[in-house]
């Protein structure tokens, strides 16, 4: 959960290494460095604590002055994030520095050793018994020492190394820790994302585990940690820089979720040829999928719940039992899967450390495992069986919501797929059900649309919230003693049924994870065995009640709600004509569309809403406290 940054070449390295990190702050964000190769050999290093900004006003103060240099921007995992901490890191004579991504989880009885042998430690961090090791091994050649210090480490790591008796030379090696490598003429770059080489070039190298890269300026070779040489295939990124810029919108979450129209058309254009539908990056053959008795998937926070919706659709059109876990629980308890299993594999970043792991543990039983990432060679796109790319472009906002509805759409595809392998779905309802999937990425955009003209009035209506909080605390805190009973807890309740209980869920992770408020996720259904004792005035209860065959079932919720003083903000199928009469709070409407398709409509109301919320909280959106796009650590 942290990003590096390596340049080696014939420009000033600082600004560049600068520009790179900035691409990839939204990885982790509490502390960040420089190291600078100078032209007087010595090592320089400045690292500051908190967001990159600050290493770059400290920096203008004192520049560094090269043409070789790593950075890093960190999510602390070992140490608090101090500056001492911050990477990079140097060996005791300030001639060698590494930057690291991932967890070296036998760095105690490392870093003990080596301070038997009289080493002095500067940090608390794990990495640092990497750059005392490469100096240990050293004798004069950076990627013998570096490649003898891998057979030390155990865990995870994407390390960039330099040293002041090799000009211009960067070595780095991966495990577990996605690194990508670019070059020009003359000009070498690494990181640990495609974001950050973008705007300088789109023609990448996927660096594999086990990898060993030397570059310098312009030139770039690979081995294995034995020192034989390794090929590894440049790839063209159809990405362009712009898509990894903010385009004019505030945040990067709003640009992305404006985003969501044309993505599913991409998706829908690329994937449904003619009538018929094509994964061609697919590896597993139809004969193959035949052979499956049972699904299982696997995922964590959004891609869990896409996941969790997936299970509806792909019950209802391939006939097939669908199970899910999250991730950390599948991995520990053991999972009854076998060969006739297709254990699926949902991801944005491809990173993920539980879900990797549960894909490592899907295989060893023997499961076929597909990944549907968003991260083209990530390490859960390489290590699965089958791939399909939900091409959703770089998603920087930490608030998953592109790739959420670009992970949903590709499961639709992929159940209708199924269904038509294992003939449990017509043609003829097939054919239907497609044209009103084609039809999803106009109806979203009609909600985008509808909400850009009544913006005011969504602004107003979470203000009021805002407003309504804030009393029923000045009415707590007013109170005498003996007549509180309990605090408002701004809690937000959000109810659904069916195939519309998994957005419930995600609409109570989004307003958790970017405006702080406690928010929780339930099946309306449930409602009466317990939670509805939560309701009184405080609460506020956004109802997923579109027209379905749970819609009566779920007006009757809502009324239970109303009759205890409950606030309701229900999202309806528009036209509904019965919902005012529930007196809500305020009313948001989506287009008609099948049931089984109205998550990818209702979601887009949950994700505008938290965003205003946040907004209107002052939050930082795209980079929420605690938080990292991709959880690489356990
Ligand atoms: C969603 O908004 C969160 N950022 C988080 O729950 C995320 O979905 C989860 O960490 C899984 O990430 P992945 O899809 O990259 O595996």
Redesign the pocket.
Known sequence: MCGIFGYSGNKQAQGLVIQGLKHLEYRGYDSSGIAMQTHSHKILIEKTHGKIKNLEATLKNNPLSGTTAIGHTRWATHGIPTPENAHPHLNESDELAVVHNGIIENYFELKQALQKQGVRFRSETDTEVIVHLVAKYYKGNLEEAVRRTLKDLKGTYAIAVISSSEPGKIVAAKMDSPLVIGSTKKESYLASDISALLEHTNHVTFIENGDVVTMNQGSFSITDIAGKKISRPVMKIDWDITQAKKGGYQHFMLKEIFEQPGILTAILKERIRGGAIYFDELKITAAQFKKIKRIFII?????YHAGLTAKYILEDLAGIPVSIDTSSEFRYRDPKVDKSTLVIV???????AD?LAGLREAKAKGAMTLAICNVLASSIAREAKGVIYTHAGPEIA???TK?FTAQLTVLSLFAFYLGALFKTISPKKEKALLKELLLTPHRIQKILDGYKKEEATWKKNVHNFNIHYHTQLEKYFSAKNHERKRSPNGLFLYLGRNINYPIALEGA??LK?IAYIPAEGYPAGEMKHGPIALIDENPWVICLVPESKTYDKMISNIQEIRARGGRIIPIVTEGDKKIERLNPVFTIEVPKTPEIFSPLLTVIPLQLFAYLVALEFGEDIDQPRN?A???TVE
Do not use: D, F, I
């Open positions: 995922a964590c926070g959004t891609a949902v991801s944005q970043s491809g990173e993920t879900t930490v608030a998953s790739a992770l989004k994870e938080l796009k991709s959880v």
